[in-house]
């Protein structure tokens, strides 16, 4: 499909259009109660939120990223293939519930039928590189999607930058796709932030997953943008999803059993809430993703020094949460014992 209008004009119009679709869909489902039938969060010792919530987020966002890729960019039908696979076996999961194993097994399938079916000309060795950070990407989305408008952020965000970075000129159509899952985001947003009337889902946070580790990668092996473009864009997700995965396997613990130790949760654990700690993340993926578009017309010594410097300084945020949060945990245990204390 080829649209007549310049490329950064076609992604507004994409971008709207996909918002308004995706903000639709959610407010029916809503309105109609179909929300709470599909799929409902109930909360838990681990969660953040106190009122049972629908999960049906990925119902607005999916079908708007498979329909653009189909209509906008067909040669990615197999990108829109596994995107929909994926939407389908995670939303069994959130209505019933499925083993690790079988979910890691879907995850892995359509993974490796993308790297299979379309190789980048590197060693064997890169392209299992590139698709474990892939499916890393596939399951720290779902990870990440605990607090308030936090997912849908790093979603609007990070299409965001793929837009920029894939228009004008260099890739139009994963430019265009790019900026209708950004569009969908935005609409989702709507119904997602503090107070949260619904939330992503794993039918939506996995296919978003994948779809940020595709759609970098289709990018990268068609000569768009370099290898570290897509995890400097996602890098708030990466780092922070990262890091506690590591901590959790270094105590011994199953890293996929749900949990509240993400720099995200801490945040609001201590105090920050929803908004304030959505709204902090956001200015971090603003400069994160504006970090990355600048960065790709300078040379490339230069783009590694950027990519090194804003890990150290995404290492040192974390560092500032983790020292809250000890004083956090130790004016706790300090109210715990005087409370136990006998008066």
Excluded at 89 to 109: K, M, N
Aim: glycine letters at 10%; charged letters at 10%.
């Amino acid at each position: 499909m080829h649209l007549p209008i310049s490329s950064p004009l076609s992604a507004v119009w994409i971008a709207l259009a996909s918002g308004v679709l995706c903000a639709a869909i959610l407010a029916f489902l809503l309105k109609s109660g179909l929300a709470w039938r599909l799929a409902t969060d109930i909360p838990n010792e681990r969660s953040l939120h106190v009122r049972p919530t629908p999960r049906v987020g990925g119902w607005g966002l999916v079908p708007v990223a498979v329909l653009a890729i189909l209509l906008l960019a067909p040669s990615l039908w197999l990108t829109a293939l596994g995107t929909a696979f994926l939407a389908a076996v995670s939303q069994i999961d959130d209505r019933r519930g499925l083993p690790a194993r079988v979910r890691f097994a879907a995850h892995f399938l359509a993974v490796l039928t993308l790297i299979v079916v379309y190789p980048a000309p590197v060693a064997w060795w890169c392209l299992g590189g590139l698709a474990f950070l892939m499916l890393w990407l596939v399951n720290l989305y779902n990870f990440m999607d605990g607090a308030d408008g936090l997912a849908g952020g790093m979603a609007l965000f990070g299409f965001g930058a793929y837009a920029v970075a894939a228009l004008p000129g260099r890739m139009p159509e994963l430019g265009w796709v790019s900026a209708a899952i950004a569009g969908a985001a935005a609409g989702f947003l709507l119904f997602n932030f503090h107070p949260a009337k619904l939330f992503l889902g794993d039918a939506g946070s996995i296919p978003i997953g994948f779809l940020a580790g595709a759609l970098g990668y289709w990018g990268w092996r068609s000569g768009g943008w370099p290898v570290w473009f897509p995890v400097l864009v996602f890098s708030p997700f990466i780092g922070d999803a990262s890091v506690t995965l590591i901590r959790r396997l270094l105590r011994g613990e199953k890293f996929w059993q749900a949990h509240r130790e993400h720099y995200y949760q801490r945040m609001v654990r201590v105090g920050t809430g929803h908004a304030v700690t959505a709204l902090a993340w956001y200015l971090v993926m603003l400069a994160g993703t504006v970090l990355a578009v600048w960065a790709l017309d300078r040379s490339t010594p230069l783009q590694w020094g950027l990519v090194a410097g804003w890990t150290v300084v995404l290492a040192l945020m974390g560092a500032a949460i983790d020292a809250r949060w000890r004083a956090f945990q130790s004016l706790d245990r300090k109210t715990e014992v005087d409370a136990d204390a006998p008066q």
